[in-house]
């Protein structure tokens, strides 16, 4: 079963605006992280936000992370034609090493 | 620095058939974890190989099976393949996988088709 679900599902913007996406999960957990997939190919990892912590900031990347609601955001600002990719989020849970348990993934769309 | 490599890239096989992918971690890293990936989905994890002997393994079936050698390097086997099992295989390294929530590098994948 997933851990993480990520909402919206799909996002269509103009180049320049800002991409937030959601992810929710159920249990708690050790760090959520973020990655990107381009194309149906392999995942690059994006940034990484420990329980402990409530924003981390990357570039044009911002993560938030709420423990208590049990959710995270990424935020992509100006985005660009280059950030066309599916976003997933994934959860790393104590009791359970360092696997990780992906979300559905948010397929993001900028246009130019 | 080399990165996570997989092969090969592309795979077509027949129910039945069986399947050996293989994986190369990123230079230092110690730790190899196989997920799956179907279309439109995220990924599930497989398993999880450090020091030579499976740690982790997710909810799948006996058929699935692993190896990882002194280099480091690891095999993902799929025996008895059926048409549920086509995929994209992404492996992905890390350093250190008993002190969890480490950073996994993923290499660019092998996409099996089985007809």
């Known amino acids: 079963s997933q851990q993480g679900e990520e909402d919206p599902q799909a996002l269509s913007i103009q180049e320049g605006e800002n991409a937030t996406m959601n992810c929710s999960y159920k249990t708690s957990i050790n760090n959520l992280q973020w990655y990107r997939q381009n194309s149906g190919r392999g995942l ?15 570039g044009r990347l911002r993560v938030t992370l709420d ?38 993934g948010t397929r993001v769309l900028v246009k130019p | 620095d080399a990165g996570v490599t997989q092969s090969p890239t592309h795979l077509i096989k027949t129910r039945g058939q069986q399947v050996t992918l293989r994986c190369s971690p990123k230079s230092g890293h110690d730790t190899v974890s196989w997920y799956q990936q179907a279309l439109g989905q995220g990924p599930q994890f497989i398993f999880q190989y450090y020091e030579e002997e499976e740690r982790q393994r997710g909810n799948f079936p006996d058929r699935f099976s692993g190896h990882q050698y ?40 092998t996409r099996l088709l089985v007809l």
């Open chain 1, 44 to 58: 690059v990892h994006l940034i990484l936000i420990r329980s402990n912590e409530r924003e981390k900031h990357s």
């Open chain 2, 70 to 109: 002194p280099n480091y390097s690891s095999e993902l086997n799929v025996n008895a393949l059926l048409l549920g099992d086509s995929a994209l295989y992404l492996c992905a390294s890390s350093l250190k996988a008993r002190r969890g929530g480490e950073t996994q590098y993923f290499g660019p994948g």
């Open chain 1, 67 to 104: 423990t208590s609601k049990k959710s995270s955001s990424l935020l992509i600002t100006a985005s660009r034609a280059a950030d066309t990719a599916s976003y997933f989020c994934a959860t790393v849970v104590k009791a359970a090493g360092n696997k990780l348990t992906f979300g559905g």
